[in-house]
């Protein structure tokens, strides 16, 4: 049996594997997931993930959870061009450092957004307070910052000449707020040019495939969702808004 990979591409993680994967001709099957249908908590993929979150991967009885473990994975088994993940000591530990970075300074500022903009007005049937929002763009101004400045600085990527893992992890998870309207960059012309690099690296159509979803996020709107799995959510969405 082949790499099975469980993703929701409306997921940054999930975009950075999807596009990792069909970049450099991995052969995957994409077993598509739909995170706020509640799908992740189904019996079946909780035999994939205990944790239930995505994306997730089953190489026969081999499962792994989170993208960076995945994306190393992959990079590994399928030896992939070493500018992805190299094997130079000091610039694989470059890609890592970014790596571990942006789990707990960009990310969460990200999904919090998204969640307020995007997902709060789905499960409560009214918009979040945009004073929150505001607070939310406020906190994200920091660690865009340091992305350029620390990370960045006047390289092309992140790493170096060329892209790697950290570019991508990195571009997707800001896609998920450039798609829905904020202009994060502004002011940021290194960085405006940065992800453009990283589009043209990447490729402009497999970029705009793995992005189709949130770059359609209207669509969202017009989404069921269980009565119950509101019910369950609305505690945590409360909370944001506190």
């Known amino acids: 049996m082949g790499i099975e990979l469980y993703l929701d591409l409306l997921s940054p993680p999930c975009r950075s594997v999807y596009i990792f994967a069909k970049k450099n001709n991995i052969p ?33 009885g081999f499962t792994l959870a989170e993208s960076p473990a995945i994306l190393a994975y992959l990079s590994q088994k399928y030896k992939t061009p070493d500018h992805w993940y190299p094997l130079d000591m000091k610039k694989r530990a470059r890609v890592d450092e970014y790596l571990s970075w942006q789990h707990s300074a960009i990310r969460p500022s990200v999904l919090k957004i998204f969640w307020l903009k995007v997902v709060f007005p789905l499960y409560m049937d009214q918009t979040a307070p945009e004073e929150k929002l505001q607070e939310a763009l406020e906190d994200l101004a920091i660690p865009l910052k340091q992305l350029e400045e620390k990370f960045l600085q006047d390289k092309p990527f992140l790493v170096g000449n060329m892209i790697s893992l950290a570019d991508l992890v990195a571009v997707t998870e800001l896609m998920q707020l450039i798609a829905i309207g904020y202009n994060i960059f ?10 453009n690099r990283v589009e043209k690296a990447v490729g402009k159509e497999l970029f705009q495939e793995a992005h189709k979803v949130i770059l359609n996020f209207q669509d969202l ?16 969405l409360l909370k944001m808004v506190a």
Not at 36 to 58: E, T, Y
Not at 186 to 195: A, I, N, T
Not at 221 to 235: A, D, G, V, Y
């Open 28 to 60: 995957f099957t994409f077993k598509q997931m739909e995170v706020l249908k509640g799908q992740q908590h189904s019996v079946g993929f909780g035999k994939v993930n205990i944790l239930r979150k995505v994306p997730a991967l089953k190489d026969g």
């Open 221 to 236: 709107n017009s989404m069921l969702i269980e009565p119950q799995l509101k019910e369950q959510m609305k505690p945590r």
């Open 186 to 195: 502004e002011d940021m012309p290194k960085l405006v040019e940065w992800r």
